[in-house]
């Protein structure tokens, strides 16, 4: 079993999807899953079958494409779970099942209601259980950080006996000290007969803003697996980052002594595709994929930087992907070279989206002189809902405002396939185009944020909004594109008001209700 090599595992699409508001839809989880093997991650969790049938047919269209990273379904210790698991993974050319089970003293009694003996005993039934399915079986010990250490590894001890090849330690609320992680993850290789022919992996999250120094210290303590998600989304303040934790060991190699498979010049890719998919924007100064990660304002630094990189930057900026976008395409480039483009990006289009996403380029570069691979992937990513499904669709919008007028909304409006017209005031142009929007909807919806950027340089560049929505205690983002912010603000909006529409058709067929948000 090779030990010099640090195994990621992505669980973007599991955990990262338990972030308030950041569910996808399947083929959003595919372009990430896709992204994802392109960058040499060796594990993928693609969700948790179980839970509802769209996160069941996710898993499986994941299992049945991805070819270069193994795909893995998150199960808890129960027979439906890893049976459905088993099943979704069914196309898997390297399938992986995920157990979990908590193993502290709160958790065992006061939301199992069972007792340590009954968890052993739940342990080795259940890794036999995904055993029988999947050679690749994967067991976590939930709230393992709160664990007593020698129940904790009579646990991990259960789960190697009975199969599991690979040992989760998750510190399930981010309650861990470094050091703390270190010395837990060390003693159980030291101590649990088995232990050292299986691999230790860590599951950090980010409560105290440790998740990554955890990660990293679970590494020393003799973790050679590492769970964590693109830009550190995640369940509450989010997971280990992707991007922070291999970054870290690439700097500083010489420390460690490690290697990951993952190619880091995609990592400004993915970060901006699941901000894009999930509305989750990261903030300026996020490490590695933040705008300002490489600026550098201070003359002083400026000065020395002019002298030579290394006196302010620890790695360069190509290492993640960033770099002055390559002019790709414009007015006259022609369809084969737009198929070929989005392919060297990863994308993979059917005729039909081909035909429907040159239609918007076309459109794009009459007005737009110079399309970046940036543009491409804005252009793309309106795209990918489920158009098709769509109850409301932008026919026409007109907007006024400026000093001398109030600012009016004309909006022509399909609902359902017939349209509606109205036209409506508000305090500033959005605020009209959201009025209106909301009264032709007939929609509660509650604007949780709003945020418009541009994605190449120049006043004709491509301008994208991003919008959060709760109705009724669901959240759903929405982004759209456009040279024309107004009508890219309407799109945003109304791709969000579409998402909210699939979440209550969906929640209303399975007699889920959910809590409002506050
Ligand atoms: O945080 C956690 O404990 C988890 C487990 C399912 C691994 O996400
Ligand atoms: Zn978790």
Same mark, same amino acid.
């Given at each position: 079993m090779d030990k010099t090599t640090i195994r990621i595992f992505d669980t973007t699409l599991r955990d990262g999807e338990? $972030?308030?508001?950041?569910s996808m839809q399947k083929e959003e989880k595919l372009q990430i899953a896709r992204q994802l093997e392109k960058m040499g991650v060796?594990?993928?969790?693609?969700?948790?079958?179980?839970? $509802?049938p769209d996160d069941f047919a996710a898993v499986a269209a994941i299992a049945s494409e991805i070819r270069g990273a193994s795909v893995c379904a998150l199960a808890r210790c129960r027979p439906e779970d890893i049976d459905t698991a088993a099943r979704a993974l069914e196309g898997a050319a390297a399938p992986r099942i995920h157990v979990f089970l908590a193993t502290s003293a709160l958790h065992m009694e006061k939301?199992?209601?069972?007792s340590p003996e009954a968890v052993l005993g739940t342990i080795d039934r259940s890794v036999r259980q995904a055993v029988a399915r999947v050679g690749e079986v994967e067991f976590s010990a939930e709230d393992a950080t709160r664990s007593d250490r020698d129940f904790l590894a009579r646990a991990v001890g259960a789960a190697i006996a009975a199969g599991a090849r690979t040992i989760n330690i998750p510190d399930t609320v981010g309650y861990a000290l470094p050091s703390e992680f270190r010395d837990l993850v060390a003693f159980l290789i030291d101590s649990?007969?088995?232990?050292?022919?299986v691999i230790f992996s860590a599951h950090c999250h980010n409560d105290l803003g440790l998740a990554v120094a955890n990660s990293l210290a679970a590494i020393e303590g003799g973790a050679r697996q590492i769970e964590c998600t693109i830009n550190g989304?995640?369940?509450?303040?989010?997971?280990?980052?992707m991007e922070e934790v291999v970054m870290a060991l690439k700097v500083r190699r010489a420390f460690f002594g490690l290697e990951t498979?993952?190619? %880091?010049?995609e990592f400004i890719r993915a970060s901006r595709l699941v901000q894009t998919i999930t509305g989750m924007l990261v903030q300026p100064?996020?490490?590695?994929?933040?705008?300002?990660?490489?600026?550098h304002e201070s003359g002083i630094h400026q000065d020395g930087l002019l002298k030579d990189k290394r006196t302010y930057e620890i790695m360069l900026p190509e290492q993640v992907g960033? $770099?002055? #976008?390559?002019?790709v395409l414009g007015k006259h480039s022609g369809r084969h070279a737009f198929r070929s483009r989005l392919e060297a990006l990863g994308y993979r289009l059917s005729e039909e989206e081909l035909v429907q996403s040159f239609a918007r380029f076309k459109k794009l570069a009459d007005q737009k002189k110079e399309i970046y691979d940036e543009d491409l992937e804005t252009l793309l990513s309106e795209g990918t809902s489920d158009q098709d499904k769509d109850r409301f669709r932008l026919e026409r919008l007109a907007v006024s405002g400026g000093t001398l007028m109030p600012p009016t909304a004309t909006i022509v409006l399909a609902v359902d396939g017939e349209e509606r017209q109205m036209a409506g005031l508000g305090s500033g142009p959005v605020d009209a185009i959201y009025r209106t929007l909301s009264k032709l909807t007939g929609s509660t919806a509650r604007l949780l944020s709003f945020t418009v950027k541009g994605? %190449? #340089?120049? $006043?004709?560049a491509l301008g994208e909004v991003t919008v959060r929505l709760e109705e009724e205690g669901r959240v759903a983002a929405g982004h759209g594109a456009d040279t024309d912010i107004l009508v890219a603000s309407a799109r945003a909006y109304l791709e969000a008001l579409n998402r909210l529409q699939r979440k209550k058709e969906r929640d209303r067929k399975a007699g889920i209700t959910p809590q409002p948000v506050l």
């Amino acid at each position: 079993m090779d030990k010099t090599t640090i195994r990621i595992f992505d669980t973007t699409l599991r955990d990262g999807e338990q $972030s308030p508001g950041a569910s996808m839809q399947k083929e959003e989880k595919l372009q990430i899953a896709r992204q994802l093997e392109k960058m040499g991650v060796d594990i993928i969790e693609a969700g948790f079958p179980v839970a $509802s049938p769209d996160d069941f047919a996710a898993v499986a269209a994941i299992a049945s494409e991805i070819r270069g990273a193994s795909v893995c379904a998150l199960a808890r210790c129960r027979p439906e779970d890893i049976d459905t698991a088993a099943r979704a993974l069914e196309g898997a050319a390297a399938p992986r099942i995920h157990v979990f089970l908590a193993t502290s003293a709160l958790h065992m009694e006061k939301k199992l209601g069972m007792s340590p003996e009954a968890v052993l005993g739940t342990i080795d039934r259940s890794v036999r259980q995904a055993v029988a399915r999947v050679g690749e079986v994967e067991f976590s010990a939930e709230d393992a950080t709160r664990s007593d250490r020698d129940f904790l590894a009579r646990a991990v001890g259960a789960a190697i006996a009975a199969g599991a090849r690979t040992i989760n330690i998750p510190d399930t609320v981010g309650y861990a000290l470094p050091s703390e992680f270190r010395d837990l993850v060390a003693f159980l290789i030291d101590s649990v007969p088995g232990a050292r022919d299986v691999i230790f992996s860590a599951h950090c999250h980010n409560d105290l803003g440790l998740a990554v120094a955890n990660s990293l210290a679970a590494i020393e303590g003799g973790a050679r697996q590492i769970e964590c998600t693109i830009n550190g989304i995640g369940e509450r303040a989010g997971n280990a980052a992707m991007e922070e934790v291999v970054m870290a060991l690439k700097v500083r190699r010489a420390f460690f002594g490690l290697e990951t498979r993952v190619r %880091t010049e995609e990592f400004i890719r993915a970060s901006r595709l699941v901000q894009t998919i999930t509305g989750m924007l990261v903030q300026p100064n996020k490490a590695i994929v933040g705008a300002n990660a490489f600026a550098h304002e201070s003359g002083i630094h400026q000065d020395g930087l002019l002298k030579d990189k290394r006196t302010y930057e620890i790695m360069l900026p190509e290492q993640v992907g960033l $770099s002055e #976008g390559a002019l790709v395409l414009g007015k006259h480039s022609g369809r084969h070279a737009f198929r070929s483009r989005l392919e060297a990006l990863g994308y993979r289009l059917s005729e039909e989206e081909l035909v429907q996403s040159f239609a918007r380029f076309k459109k794009l570069a009459d007005q737009k002189k110079e399309i970046y691979d940036e543009d491409l992937e804005t252009l793309l990513s309106e795209g990918t809902s489920d158009q098709d499904k769509d109850r409301f669709r932008l026919e026409r919008l007109a907007v006024s405002g400026g000093t001398l007028m109030p600012p009016t909304a004309t909006i022509v409006l399909a609902v359902d396939g017939e349209e509606r017209q109205m036209a409506g005031l508000g305090s500033g142009p959005v605020d009209a185009i959201y009025r209106t929007l909301s009264k032709l909807t007939g929609s509660t919806a509650r604007l949780l944020s709003f945020t418009v950027k541009g994605i %190449t #340089g120049g $006043s004709d560049a491509l301008g994208e909004v991003t919008v959060r929505l709760e109705e009724e205690g669901r959240v759903a983002a929405g982004h759209g594109a456009d040279t024309d912010i107004l009508v890219a603000s309407a799109r945003a909006y109304l791709e969000a008001l579409n998402r909210l529409q699939r979440k209550k058709e969906r929640d209303r067929k399975a007699g889920i209700t959910p809590q409002p948000v506050l």
